[in-house]
């Protein structure tokens, strides 16, 4: 009996360990792995062995009893035959664990160890703590270290300071220019446009300008045939070259280029005889007393070039009925320096860009139109000496309190045979556009621009005085940075080609990223023909950049030679400028001497290309110092354009420009008055509440001065007109005062 009492707990024990093992086993039964003895996997058994204690728990399961055998440490001898008594579940996992811990086996097998993964996390969460921490000491030493060797960088104060530019600009000097200059009118005169641009992409690339391009377009232009125009006399039977001289083989042999180019490129071509009409400026009164007293269809017009673009004065003409033109300049309205009347010259007539796709650049792909010939009209220039001989007055005609301006006789007739003869032709064209990228906004853009080239050799080399300013410039800019300094804006240097032809090569490639550059474009600074005389110096600017380019020139002028005002009117600049001004709306500035004749009065003069040569430029400006004074303040411009944290734009003057373009007006413009006078009070408050504190480093909030300057670089977008008279400004507040409707 009492062996029986013995083994009862012995049986139960051990059924105790039975049930538990054939869980364990079952478990590993199911699905035996690599995996399935880890730490995870034994936690997981203990839940499975909770979640059948609970099945226990549940009614029909009192006299549950488990079929099995004891299991050894061996696994492999197993008894069927033995009989348990039932389990009694308990009623917690507590009393469960309890029980389970009276096996003494139980603690071996099932007891988890401290998890070895944990300790390991641990250990590489302290090491990567102290490595981050050794990097960072380490990176503050050589920060501090490196900080006391190097200089220190220069303060956002320094770009305000007029004697930091003066620190750039001083490396430009006189003589430099004029080697730059000599050295580029070595260049063979029949040199092609191309050859021109890659020699100079290979001069600034020199001057460290890291990234240059050379920009290729194919365009049409209108170049003179193998013979030159001729003009003859029915009355005589005489004829005469362009430039007066009679029509001899020796002369044209002797004379060939200057005969060839004196020419209107995208002229009608062909002969016409009709009887000559002298409509003297070709005005609108003019047009309209001519008319009232003659028939001027098919006629031929004698015109003098100036006072209103030619462009405008020749759709007047065109519109009137005439055939043909004769384009002269009147010795009067020429500088008394300047003895041009024997000499012939070359005007385009067209607008701007290739002809052949006006609007849209002439990139590969793109429709090209038949468009030689872009007026009706056959125009031919000539010299003021054939002028004279038309109006039969002797050559040596002079008046000792003056000049006499020319003018035919009405009673006296002139007929005429005109003859114009010219070939398109399709050729490469080249651009030349060097950018030195900014530090702060570098997709904020100051454009710097020259020319190269001209026609075919045919005005010498007198591109050359601007090229040599602007890679001078390039010189000095480029010191400064390679000692560690850059503009806070980009500034992009672009000498142009085909500008005698019509602009071509700025109009192209502005029109190929127009959309970029309506958006990013800040400013423009023109250098075409920067020393036209040696009387006076001559800005002439926007009206937002006028207060900058007046403040530049009085520095200048002081205690030096008298200056004129800045100009800003209807005439608009020279050159390549014209798009950037017309299309764009792009705020312009520009720096010349100029004589003082042609600063009196309004002169589209310019419009004509005279045969010239370098020793033209050298007789003017002997030790190149004009050049030099152009060259600094050209680059005190820009740099204040593309330093500046504020743009250094003046809204106030535009809105007195509109006011002062609408007085001494015929018709009524008191309602446009009226809103001229709200324009300026709203700038004023512009100007004091919103500029004077964005000047204040102080009160200077980044976010708040990049809309500030978007608003400026926007201004003079507002102005611009959709459709404008051939040869003006689209800008509304230049309207020309001379055109009456």
Not at 215 to 236: E, G
Not at 385 to 406: F, T, Y
Not at 518 to 533: C, E, F, I, T
Not at 542 to 550: C, E
């Amino acid at each position: 009996m009492g062996e029986n009492e013995t083994s009862l707990p012995n049986k139960s024990l051990q059924g105790k360990k039975m049930a538990y093992r054939k869980v364990n086993a079952d478990q590993r039964t199911q699905g035996h792995s690599q995996y399935l003895d880890n730490d995870d996997l034994q936690a997981t058994t203990l839940e499975l062995e909770w979640d059948m204690e609970k099945e226990l728990e549940e009614p029909g399961f009192d006299h549950f009893r488990l079929d099995g055998t004891v299991d050894h440490h061996s696994g492999n001898s197993q008894n069927t035959n033995i009989d348990l008594e039932p389990i009694q579940p308990s009623a917690s996992p507590k009393g469960r664990f309890q029980r389970l811990q009276e096996d003494p086996d139980y603690v071996s097998h099932y007891t988890r160890p401290a998890p070895k993964s944990n300790r390991c996390n641990f250990c590489r969460i302290f090491k990567l703590f102290c490595t981050v921490l050794t990097l960072f000491i380490f990176g503050i030493l050589i920060g501090y270290y490196a900080h006391k060797k190097c200089p220190p960088s220069p303060t956002p104060s320094e770009p305000s300071d007029p004697h930091f530019y003066h620190e750039i600009l001083k490396e430009i000097k006189a003589e430099n220019i004029q080697q730059i200059f000599r050295d580029l009118i070595q260049l063979p005169r029949k040199e092609e446009d191309t050859d021109i641009a890659m020699k100079l992409l290979v001069q600034w690339t020199s001057c460290g300008l890291e990234d240059v391009q050379l920009v290729n377009y194919s365009v049409l232009l209108d170049l003179p045939s193998s013979s030159s125009n001729t003009l003859t006399l029915k009355n005589s039977g005489e004829c005469f070259y362009p430039s007066g001289q009679k029509c001899y083989r020796e002369t044209k042999k002797l004379h060939s280029q200057d005969l060839l180019y004196s020419y209107a490129a995208y002229s009608a071509k062909g002969t016409l005889e009709a009887e000559v009409i002298d409509v003297q400026y070709g005005t609108v009164e003019d047009l309209v007393l001519i008319q009232a007293m003659t028939n001027v269809t098919n006629k031929i017009a004698l015109l003098k070039l100036g006072q209103s673009p030619l462009l405008y004065k020749l759709s007047l003409l065109e519109e009137a009925g005439f055939g043909g033109v004769l384009l002269y300049v009147d010795p009067c309205d020429l500088p008394k320096t300047q003895n041009l009347s024997d000499k012939a010259f070359m005007v385009s007539l067209n607008k701007g860009g290739d002809p052949s796709t006006p609007g849209y650049p002439s990139i590969d792909g793109n429709y090209r139109q038949n468009r030689s010939n872009l007026t009706s009209l056959l125009v031919q220039p000539i010299s003021a000496l054939l002028a004279k001989r038309l109006i039969s007055l002797p050559e040596d005609r002079s008046k000792s309190d003056g000049c006499i301006p020319l003018k035919l006789p009405v009673t006296e007739k002139r007929r005429i045979s005109l003859n114009i003869q010219t070939v398109p032709t399709y050729k490469t064209i080249s651009n030349v556009i060097g950018y030195l990228k900014g530090s702060t906004f570098p997709d904020r853009y100051v454009i710097v621009g020259s020319h190269h080239n001209s026609v075919d050799g045919y005005s010498g080399q007198e591109w050359a005085s601007s090229t040599a300013v602007l890679t001078a410039l390039i010189q000095a800019l480029m010191l400064k940075v390679k000692r560690g300094w850059r503009p806070d804006r980009t500034i992009v240097f672009c000498s142009w080609g085909g500008t005698s032809f019509g602009n071509i090569g700025s109009y192209e490639w502005a029109e190929d990223l127009k959309k970029v550059l309506q958006r990013n474009v800040v400013a423009y600074v023109s250098l075409h023909n920067p020393v036209r005389g040696n009387s006076s110096l001559h800005p002439v600017a926007s009206p937002s950049l006028q207060q900058l380019a007046t403040e530049r020139q009085s520095l200048t002028c002081l205690g030096k030679m008298k200056c004129p005002g800045s100009n800003v009117s209807s005439v608009q600049m020279q050159g390549d400028s014209d798009y950037f001004i017309n299309h764009l709306g792009v705020p312009t500035v520009q720096f010349s001497y100029e004589d003082i004749k042609t600063l009196e009065s309004p002169s589209f003069l310019f419009e004509a290309v005279f045969p010239a040569h370098h020793r033209v430029t050298e007789e003017l400006d002997p030790l190149f110092n004009l050049h030099e004074t152009i060259a600094k303040l050209t680059g005190e411009v820009t740099l204040q354009i593309a330093s500046e944290p504020v743009l250094p734009f003046n809204a106030l003057d535009i809105a007195l420009e509109v006011q002062n373009s609408l007085k001494g007006d015929q018709l009524d413009t008191r309602q446009l008055q009226a809103m001229a006078s709200r324009l300026r009070d709203s700038a004023e408050l512009f100007q004091s509440d919103e500029m004077r504190p964005a000047n204040d480093p102080k009160e200077r909030a980044p976010i708040r001065v990049r809309m500030l300057n978007d608003v400026l670089q926007g201004l003079e977008k507002n102005f611009l007109v959709q459709q404008a008279p051939p040869g003006f400004y689209r800008l509304s507040f230049v309207f020309p005062c001379c055109i009456h409707f």
